[in-house]
């Protein structure tokens, strides 16, 4: 069974520092997705960034980068220039790509304050 | 394109009575997921649909919870008898799976058993 290991309950940053949040996982499969998701106080689930086991380059989206280390088994989320909106709780989460019965599983997450 | 929409946002009910959550999911999405988030820790699956048809329910309590996806579209999830140990927040998401791979939530039902 995959696990996915976030080993930062809590974490804060000032407004406008680099913040990078830690996630393991454990898997046998050599195919699947991970993912980055935010959780604002609305409870909401959103899509931060996600990446391609297969791919080797490091997924960007604007502000938000990840170290994809496949060897290591290791997912971190790097949070660029910090900003207010960016305090939630922050899910890792992977799910192997096998035809319609993607499973998709979170780790405990960590709760990110962004100070001013 | 709308989201994913839950309902009702917050329940209150004693333990022992019976609730029922439901799930609308984006058009067109094929797979449907009900989490159970329970304060302070991660999403747990619960039960995974593909159209109609349950994946994968490992996880489903069964002798309390239930659920069921009519038609390949809206779900809804019952827990008869609830439990205090209940209390959560019940997130439903849902793919599309021929087209990308992200998971769309909706704001989730917070329960409360008193």
């Known amino acids: 069974a995959q696990t996915v290991t976030q080993s930062q309950p809590e974490m804060s940053v000032q407004e406008a520092e680099t913040v990078t949040l830690s996630c393991t996982y454990d898997?046998?499969?050599?195919?699947?997705?991970l993912f980055w998701y935010k959780q604002p106080p609305s409870r909401q689930m959103i899509l931060v960034i996600r990446?391609?086991?297969?791919?080797?380059q490091n997924a960007t989206e604007n502000r938000f980068s990840v170290n994809f280390q496949k060897a290591a088994k290791s997912f971190s989320l790097k949070i660029s220039d910090s900003q207010l909106g960016d305090t939630a709780m922050y899910f890792c989460?992977?799910?192997?790509?096998?035809?319609?019965?993607?499973?998709?599983?979170f780790g405990k997450g960590t709760k990110l304050t962004v100070n001013p | 394109e709308a989201g994913v929409a839950q309902s009702p946002r917050y329940k209150i009910i004693e333990k022992r009575q019976s609730v029922a959550f439901w799930c609308n999911p984006i058009?067109?999405?094929?797979?449907l997921y009900w989490y159970q988030q329970i304060l302070g820790q991660g999403p747990k699956l619960l039960i995974q649909?593909?159209?109609?048809?349950?994946?994968?329910d490992s996880q489903l309590p069964k002798d309390r919870f239930s659920a069921e996806r009519l038609k390949g579209v809206d779900s809804t999830l019952k827990i008869q008898p609830a439990k205090l140990e209940d209390s959560a927040v019940y997130l439903c998401?849902?793919?599309?799976?021929?087209?990308?791979?992200?998971?769309?939530f909706g704001q989730g039902t917070r329960l409360t058993v008193v």
């Open positions: 998401a849902s793919r599309d799976r021929g087209k990308n791979t992200e998971a769309f």
């Open positions: 898997t046998s499969e050599s195919n699947y997705y």
């Open positions: 990446q391609e086991a297969y791919k080797q």
């Open positions: 989460a992977f799910m192997k790509r096998q035809g319609g019965s993607e499973k998709l599983v």
């Open positions: 058009s067109g999405h094929a797979t």
């Open positions: 649909f593909q159209n109609n048809g349950v994946v994968d």
